[in-house]
């Protein structure tokens, strides 16, 4: 009798080990299909993103089709319309009377691509946005951007002297720093003008005076064409034997093809100098600010 008992407590012992091992079993098979679950989980988050990607690419599309077709109705309406007009007016639907100064011109000979454009403006080049998705008249079809720095040609001087100077007239100088496109003149101490547009202008110097005199006056002037913009002077008692004194004069100007600007010493007392040596303490400068570029089209 103990003997059966034995036999059948090892048998069900047996059957207990069997069952944990195919319980480890499904244990081992859910977490791999939790496993398998989360990636199918993130595979469909990536496929609804390119899903997402894919249809916004398609609405562009959509949109660049429209206007494409929009654009080739309209040429094809106006090619329509003027097949039996004179050669002079079926050019004129074609071509520009200058250059292009807004979205509709650029609309007109053959820009599809919205972005940002360069037209002429009143006196300047100017940058606007033109979206070729819309109509002429819809508004966002145009945006304003701003003024594109365009120049047509360098005007941008430094000069300085090295020598005394203790005459009226135009200053000369010895040595220039710089002088992009040479519209300085070293020898008459002239800048003209190679394009119109706005520039800035900015004189510096010492006057100084010796020990045989008792006081100082030195004045300068900024000329145009001959006549005179601006003074800058010293003007001080002294009793000291030898003194220097700071001078300055700046200027921003409109000018127009051509015109000169230099700086004149319209007075000057005796025993007062425009004082340089090796060091240089007479600078002149000028740059341009802006150029009206439609002027120079």
Not at 73 to 98: C, Y
Not at 242 to 251: D, E
Not at 285 to 295: D, R, S, V, Y
Request: contains cysteine; proline residues 3%.
């Amino acid at each position: 009798m103990l003997h059966v008992f034995c036999l059948i407590q090892i048998q069900i012992q047996g059957t207990v080990k069997s069952l944990e091992s195919k319980a480890t079993q499904l244990e081992s098979k859910v977490t791999q299909l939790e496993s398998q679950v989360i990636r199918l989980k993130s595979k469909d988050v990536q496929m609804q993103e390119k899903l997402t990607e894919l249809e916004a690419k398609g609405q562009q599309q959509d949109s660049l089709l429209t206007s494409w077709l929009r654009e080739k109705n309209e040429r094809t309406a106006a090619t329509d319309f003027n097949s039996s007009a004179p050669v002079s007016i079926n050019q004129s639907a074609v071509a520009l009377n200058g250059l292009p100064s807004s979205c509709g011109d650029l609309k007109k000979i053959g820009h599809i691509w919205n972005g940002i454009y360069f037209v002429m403006g009143s006196s300047m080049v100017e940058s606007i946005y033109c979206d070729f998705t819309k109509v002429p008249e819809d508004a966002g079809f145009q945006k304003w951007i701003g003024y594109a720095d365009v120049k047509s040609e360098p005007a941008n001087f430094y000069v300085q002297k090295n020598t005394i100077l203790d005459r009226i007239g135009t200053i000369p100088y010895e040595l220039a720093r710089l002088n992009v496109g040479n519209a300085m003149n070293l020898t008459s101490g002239i800048f003209t003008a190679p394009r119109p547009g706005i520039y800035f202008f900015s004189f510096t110097g010492i006057a100084r005076k010796s020990a045989t005199v008792s006081s100082m006056f030195l004045q300068v002037g900024l000329y145009l064409n001959g006549g005179r913009l601006g003074l800058g002077h010293v003007e001080e008692p002294s009793t000291v034997d030898v003194q220097l004194s700071p001078l300055t004069l700046q200027s921003t100007l409109n000018l127009k093809l051509g015109d000169q600007v230099w700086v004149d010493i319209t007075v000057i007392s005796p025993g007062v100098t425009l004082f340089d040596n090796g060091n240089h303490y007479t600078h002149f400068t000028g740059f341009m600010l802006e150029e009206e570029i439609g002027a120079s089209l």
